[in-house]
């Protein structure tokens, strides 16, 4: 794959000196993306020279262009079918590819001129601003993409992600990351998931499945592997996700997100939507919910009895049944039967459920 490749080896050699600087070839039909690629590694610190800027009236071209070909520490080539058209262009790229300070960016989808082919390039069409300017700066070395991997063959241990979302064409980079196992790599995964529901509305009800499968899957455990409960806080991966889904935006009649049985131990849900969602029998213990949205939310026999910032007009809202636990300062809907904690809780806490005591036992 040639498409976010480095051409010349090590990312350390960019930028050398103080004077070095990008020229930016390109023909005149692609000058609005000269202008937008100069612009960005620019504001990235980097010094870009393009034509329409920095050669004045009066100049000559040729020998400005060659001065520039000749002092250029990179020489950015921004190929399209009108680029390889044009004389110009022709012997811009000839002289950098000689001095091995050619960096090409493909503008559309076009097959560059045999000697080219064994240049490594990165692809901006058919991506959002954000990704593109990601993939300009990788082009110049001046961001690094994620040197990381997943075990390639058969693993009995790791039942997660599931073999079908990683054979999705365009999920594989994202699933592939959260199956790391390195936080950093699955947060990365999180954050492209993100990138992949904003730019392609169709795909956020399998982006809302993937992250909600993934909260589960790495929250389930959280309480045999640590056995101190008051210690017990989700991982930060986890938060991220969380994160993810309740900033997506709302789409008419589409869940959010099903987190049944998780644990969000310590978990900061606060200001997030969670409309929609179902979040039967997940544990809210020590979790922040000021201001969650949880309209028409199912929380079918979840404990919140020991979260924090929950306020009557946020319950009122949701959907619960006689196993959903409650703060002390949270009034039961009407609407809502009877608390009745299951058996394993009257085994578990039998003093809180004996004589006397109501805990949140609300009629």
């Not at 080539?77 to 002289?95: D, G, I, M, R």
């Not at 017990?232 to 997100?257: C, F, K, M, W, Y």
């Not at 969650?292 to 949701?318: M, R, V, W, Y």
Request: hydrophobic share 40%; glycine share 6%.
């Amino acid at each position: 794959m040639r498409d976010g490749r480095y051409p010349y080896g090590s990312y350390t050699r960019l930028m050398a000196s103080g004077d070095s600087f990008v020229f930016v070839s390109y023909t005149a039909a692609d000058e609005a993306w000269a202008k937008w690629v100069a612009t960005i590694l620019e504001e990235a610190g980097l010094t870009a020279r393009i034509q329409v800027w920095d050669s004045t009236p009066g100049t000559n071209f040729i020998q400005w262009m060659n001065t520039q070909l000749a002092e250029a520490r990179w020489t950015v080539a921004l190929y399209s079918k009108a680029y390889f058209e044009s004389q110009w262009c022709t012997a811009e790229w000839t002289a950098s590819l000689a001095r091995q300070t050619l960096l090409p960016i493909r503008l559309e989808r076009v097959e560059p001129p045999a000697t080219l082919q064994v240049i490594t390039w990165v692809d901006l069409f058919n991506l959002d601003e954000r990704l593109a300017k990601e993939k300009v700066l990788h082009a110049v070395g001046m961001q690094v993409m994620p040197r990381l991997a997943t075990f390639p063959g058969k693993s009995t241990a790791q039942s997660w992600p599931p073999s079908e979302w990683v054979s999705r064409e365009d999920f594989t980079e994202a699933i592939k990351l959260l199956g790391s196992g390195q936080r950093h790599a699955r947060i990365g995964g999180i954050r492209l998931l993100t990138r992949i529901a904003e730019s392609q509305p169709s795909e956020q009800i399998a982006v809302i499945e993937i992250l909600s499968s993934f909260i589960v899957e790495h929250t389930r455990a959280l309480k045999d592997e640590r056995p101190d409960p008051p210690l017990i806080v989700i991982e930060t991966d986890v938060q991220v996700a969380l994160n993810a889904l309740g900033n997506l935006p709302d789409r008419p009649s589409l869940s959010r997100a099903n987190l049944q049985g998780a644990r969000l131990f310590g978990a900061d849900l606060s200001g997030l939507n969670f409309s929609y969602s179902d979040l039967s029998d997940v544990d809210f213990t020590r979790a922040h919910l000021n201001f969650t949205d949880l309209i028409d939310t199912e929380l079918a026999g979840a404990n919140l009895a020991e979260s924090f910032g929950l306020e009557n007009e946020q319950i009122g809202a949701a959907l619960g049944d006689s196993g959903t636990r409650l703060p002390q300062q949270v009034e039961r809907p009407e609407s809502w039967p009877p608390y009745r904690p299951s058996f394993h809780l009257w085994e578990e806490f039998p003093d809180e459920f004996s004589g006397t005591s109501n805990y949140d036992l609300k009629p």
